[in-house]
């Protein structure tokens, strides 16, 4: 069965740092494009950043460009979201999504919270 179970999230103040982590189970990752989303309360779930299948290229929200970073792991079936310079801004339910537009599939994980705060 599909799995994507996340864990890194947490509190931390200003200016501090997490990191995601994202593992998969029970499909071909090294065929899905991994992202992470975020939703913060009131406000629609928003694409973070964003890594493809092939070649490992990567893409990111304006609000996160130069502050975080995504990487995946093919051997072991995970994707990492470092994130630095965090802001309060940055507080929301943090979500791991594995997407194959070829077979038109696409898997949540169930959300990590952060919450940046002094």
């Known amino acids: 069965q599909v799995q994507l179970v996340e864990s890194g999230g947490g509190l931390v103040q200003p200016g501090g740092s997490l990191r995601l982590s994202c593992a998969a189970s029970?499909?071909?990752?090294?065929?899905?494009?991994m992202s992470w989303y975020r939703q913060a309360p009131g406000k629609e779930r928003e694409v973070v950043a964003y890594?493809?299948?092939?070649?490992?290229?990567?893409n990111y929200a304006d609000s996160v460009k130069g502050r975080f970073t995504l990487s995946r792991d093919n051997a072991k079936n995970t994707v990492n979201l470092q994130m630095n310079s965090l802001k309060p801004e940055d507080t929301a339910v943090y979500y791991c999504?594995?997407?194959?537009?070829?077979?038109?599939?696409?898997?949540w994980g169930q959300g990590t919270q952060v919450t940046v705060s002094s």
């Open positions: 999504n594995a997407r194959n537009y070829a077979l038109g599939r696409a898997y």
């Open positions: 029970g499909f071909t990752f090294n065929d899905y494009d």
């Open positions: 890594i493809f299948s092939a070649g490992g290229r990567t």
